[in-house]
Each structure stands twice: as C-alpha cells, then as structure tokens.
C-alpha cells in the first residue's frame, strides 16, 4: 500500500513538534520522523484527509508558530524495521523501565513493562503518557479496579495491575489498539486484562475505584458523566491528553458533578489533573 508523507517545517521546533505530533496521530499517522525543526509523518493514503490535516496544522498555528508544510504520495516501506531503529526505552519517575521486546532488561529500575506499540499511541514518550504513569507511580492502586479509557497499547492497565490492582477494563475505539492492548496484557503476564472496542457508553452499569482517562478535552469534557456514575465515593480520576490551558473548564464540570480537583502537573504545555469523588 502507498502512504502519504507530510513534511513539516516547524518554528520554535522544541515547542511545537510534540502538540503537532499528537494530534495527526490521533487523525491515523503511523510513523513519525524528526530532524532539527524538520518533522516527517506518513499516513495510509486510504486514510488521507487534506481538509482535515490542514485543519489540524492550521488550528496549531494558531497557538503561536510558524508551520510550512509539503505533501508526497510515496511506496510502502518497512516501517516495523524503520521503527525499532528509532525507538528508545523510556523511564518513568526512576522507577519505570518501558521497552520493547528487541531490548534487553535492565535491572537497574525495580519495575519494567515491555510494550510493542505497533502504531497504537502509549509507549510512554509523549508528556502526556508519562504524567499519568508518574502519576500513578504516586497513587495506591492495591486491590482496586481499574479502568483505562483510550488504552491505545494498554500501558496504563499494564502499570495498575503491577501497582497491586484486582481487575482492570482497557477501553479504545481503535480495533489496533484493542489487539495491541491484548498483546501487550499478555506480553507482561496479566492475561486477566480486560480489553474491549468501544466508547464511553461501554462502561455504564460499571464502577471502578480509579479511572484513567488519558484521551483529550472534548471527549473528557463529552464523557464526564459517565466517569462520574462509574465512580465509588472516593474513586480517583486521573485525566491528560489536553492543555494547561484547558484544565479550568474541565475542573469546573467535573466539580459540579461532585468530582473534586487535587492538583494537577504540567510537561510542555500538557497537563494532567487528579480528581477523587466525594
């Protein structure tokens, strides 16, 4: 199959690479490819939508940057072998070791999660995967269920289960994602992971005593009162995938259900907020 390159030109690059980089994987770009203030994405040329991908450029540059940009339709690659070039592991907090399985353990962090991501986002790199595990890493987790919305590779789930949770339910709407999710369950030794396709609405009827919702602002904002009725008293919420900016609107629906603000940090403009029901 052929994909679509897009070639961005980003300015400030440090800035801006990583917001641009999350929404057009959120609109199906697979592989991403950065030099200097350059940055490479390519998308299924059956997927490609111009309108829609200029939307999204346009809506960043709107924050405060300069963007030019180039389309070319190229032949297929070997992306799985242009990926494992690329991929690092990543630690979270000094206690998290994340990898793939093409590297080698290292003992020197007392926990790892091995993840094969296969362009399902969650290998904690982006800000916002990596403030919810430092989160996390801060939160008792033992005998409590768990929910992961938007699970992408199921890391979250993953992290609860080995923090002590009973159960744990991975929710995504991405039929890769839900394949990942299973994988990665198994890969790490937690075949009781639940893993199901859907939305919001999948949980109704359902209580957890933590929520992971690590999606964006307008589903969070959309699917509030679903976490809410899913919630025990003193359940927690921990929520990211938006902006700093974002969070006043989001803390205020949230507390006029009853759902109280803890605190929340900020990486790059990202934010993740902590929020325990009364």
Not at 146 to 156: A, E, N, Q, R, Y
Request: net charge negative; charged share 20%.
């Amino acid at each position: 199959m052929n994909y679509i390159e897009l070639n961005l030109e980003i300015t400030p690059a440090e800035m801006y690479t990583e917001m641009i980089t999350y929404h057009l994987s959120e609109a199906g770009f697979e592989m991403f490819e950065e030099t200097n203030n350059c940055l490479k994405a390519y998308i299924q040329t059956s997927l490609f939508n111009k309108a829609a991908i200029e939307s999204i450029i346009n809506d960043v540059i709107t924050q405060g940057c300069e963007i030019t940009y180039q389309f070319a339709e190229i032949p297929w690659r070997n992306w799985n072998e242009e990926w494992e070039s690329n991929y690092q592991p990543e630690i979270i907090d000094n206690k998290l070791y994340i990898r793939a399985e093409f590297h080698a353990p290292n003992p020197d962090y007392p926990m790892e999660i091995v993840v094969q991501p296969r362009m399902a986002f969650g290998t904690g790199h982006h800000p916002t995967t990596s403030q919810v595990m430092t989160v996390m890493l801060k939160t008792d987790f033992i005998g409590k269920s768990v929910l992961d919305m938007g699970s992408g590779t199921g890391i979250l789930a993953i992290l609860a289960f080995m923090q002590g949770a009973t159960s744990a339910l991975a929710i995504d709407n991405d039929v890769n994602a839900v394949e990942n999710s299973s994988d990665n369950a198994l890969r790490n030794g937690y075949p009781q992971m639940e893993v199901e396709l859907g939305e919001g609405k999948a949980i109704a009827g359902k209580k957890f005593d933590v929520i992971l919702a690590n999606i964006n602002r307008n589903i969070i904002l959309q699917d509030l009162h679903l976490y809410n009725d899913a919630m025990n008293e003193k359940s927690v919420l921990i929520t990211s995938g938006y902006y700093t900016d974002d969070l006043p609107v989001i803390k205020n629906k949230a507390e006029g259900m009853g759902i109280q603000y803890l605190y929340h940090t900020t990486e790059k403009e990202w934010c993740c907020a902590v929020f325990e029901k009364k």
